[in-house]
């Protein structure tokens, strides 16, 4: 019985082991693993920290550049739009992101940003879908509330038609602000992962290849049948067609 026992401890010895060096990092250690420039380090702290405690825009950004500097391009820019998804304007973020983007290749078309696409997205920016949201109630029972005294009560009803026309592009604002956040949040965009894709006309290996795609490339998912996805992509032409699924991981 004893021999048993003892056998029963030496089994489980290892097993103590490895429960002891189980370590609970943080993301001051990646932070110090990248400043020692041990990159895979930093990647391995830093992905072990957003499994754990979810992401954030600096440790997304961090691990960005952790991947950048570890020549791994696609999951470079896959965390820097992830970043971006949270603050979309972050500089930092966008410089770094249009810097690997130009390292790839695949050449991406800069399309000019008309100047009130660029003022509504800095409006957006400013707060979260969530806080534009609150606002726009807000406001727009405040205008209600407005709008009933002014029709009701006979004394200030230049102030309070004044309140009403505030509290209504308020509201206007804060409705196209989350909607705009919302859309941005969507799912259906996906980084290519591997070396170079092929993109097929159809969801099967035998079906025609259309053109070939390469690791960093921003395509936006529009279907998926088994382990295939249907994708749209601009790598200079604009494809439409299938690839693997296990080719891009979603942004």
């Not at 954030?56 to 500097?69: C, E, I, K, P, T």
């Not at 099967?204 to 070939?212: C, Q």
Request: glycine share 6%.
């Amino acid at each position: 019985m004893k021999k048993i026992i003892y056998i029963c401890l030496l089994l489980a010895l290892p097993l103590s082991i490895m429960a002891q060096e189980t370590v609970e990092y943080t993301k001051k250690q990646g932070d110090e693993a990248y400043a020692d420039a041990r990159y895979t380090d930093a990647i391995t702290i830093y992905e072990s920290v957003l499994a754990k405690q979810g992401g954030s825009l600096s440790l997304y950004y961090n691990l960005g550049n952790a991947y950048y500097r570890n020549n791994q391009l696609g999951k470079a820019i896959l965390n820097y739009e992830r970043a971006l998804r949270i603050d979309a304007n972050d500089e930092d973020a966008k410089a770094n992101l249009e810097f690997v983007q130009s390292r790839i290749v695949d050449k991406i078309p800069q399309d000019e940003v008309p100047f009130y696409k660029k003022w509504g997205n800095a409006i957006a920016g400013i707060f979260s879908q969530n806080v534009w949201a609150i606002i726009g109630i807000i406001t727009f029972v405040g205008m209600l509330v407005a709008a009933f005294f002014y029709y009701f009560r006979n004394r200030r009803r230049a102030v309070l038609l004044v309140t009403i026309i505030l509290c209504l592009l308020i509201t206007i604002i804060a409705n196209i602000s989350a909607y705009s956040l919302n859309s941005s949040d969507a799912s259906d965009e996906a980084v290519i992962m591997d070396e170079m894709v092929i993109v097929k006309s159809s969801p099967d290996s035998s079906g025609t290849e259309l053109t070939k795609i390469h690791e960093g490339l921003k395509v936006k998912i529009i279907d998926e049948i088994v382990d295939w996805v249907k994708i749209e992509a601009d790598n200079g032409n604009s494809v439409t067609g299938w690839v693997k699924s296990q080719t891009l991981e979603r942004i």
